[in-house]
């Protein structure tokens, strides 16, 4: 089972996002309904993995905070982009309950991540996409942001990956305090 942590954006958001759809060549764009931002990807869990997962996830206590999408850019590999994101504007709360969910699973014996996290929201995918072409798309999209929202949860999800891409399934959500 594919698992991964994150926050489920509201539907109005949702919905801003997809308005940025077009303009890219060979761009996948992620579906409205799989739009989220990632906190910690755990990866392959064995079967019945995910109820210490879970446990571990309802016992973090944490504030429901405001959140505000801002900025556009991508990630690149070899000069090749190969995603466009929505950026987060800095949160401290999100920061906290990123480090919350990293110790709660690093107690369970999953491996840290090595990554720095860097909160987005994953709008496109592209196989061979040029810097040039997707800094005119940036520039074009100048200005964006959505928000702000409040963030009242966190949820488990699990990613089922398949021909059209991934499906993501809220497996549980886990409050905030208000």
């Not at 996948?28 to 109820?51: C, D, M, T, Y």
């Not at 446990?55 to 973090?60: D, F, S, V």
Request: with cysteine; aromatic share 8%.
């Amino acid at each position: 089972m594919r698992l991964f942590v994150g926050i489920a954006l509201p539907e109005d958001v949702r919905a801003r996002l997809g308005e940025l759809k077009g303009g890219l060549q060979g761009a996948r764009w992620v579906s409205p309904e799989n739009l989220h931002l990632s906190i910690r990807f755990i990866g392959e869990v064995p079967g019945g993995g995910e109820a210490d997962i879970d446990e571990a996830l309802a016992a973090i206590e944490a504030p429901a905070f405001p959140l505000t999408l801002s900025e556009l850019g991508f990630f690149d590999r070899r000069r090749r982009v190969h995603a466009v994101w929505a950026g987060v504007e800095r949160s401290e709360p999100l920061m906290r309950l990123h480090a919350k969910v990293e110790q709660a699973l690093m107690r369970l014996d999953h491996e840290p991540e090595h990554r720095k996290f860097k909160p987005h929201v994953t709008l496109a995918r592209l196989k061979r996409g040029s810097a040039s072409e997707v800094g005119e798309f940036l520039e074009v999209q100048n200005g964006f942001s959505a928000g702000p929202f409040d963030v009242g949860c966190f949820t488990l999800y699990r990613s089922h990956l398949g021909r059209g891409g991934a499906h993501y399934e809220a497996l549980a959500d886990y409050g905030l305090e208000s």
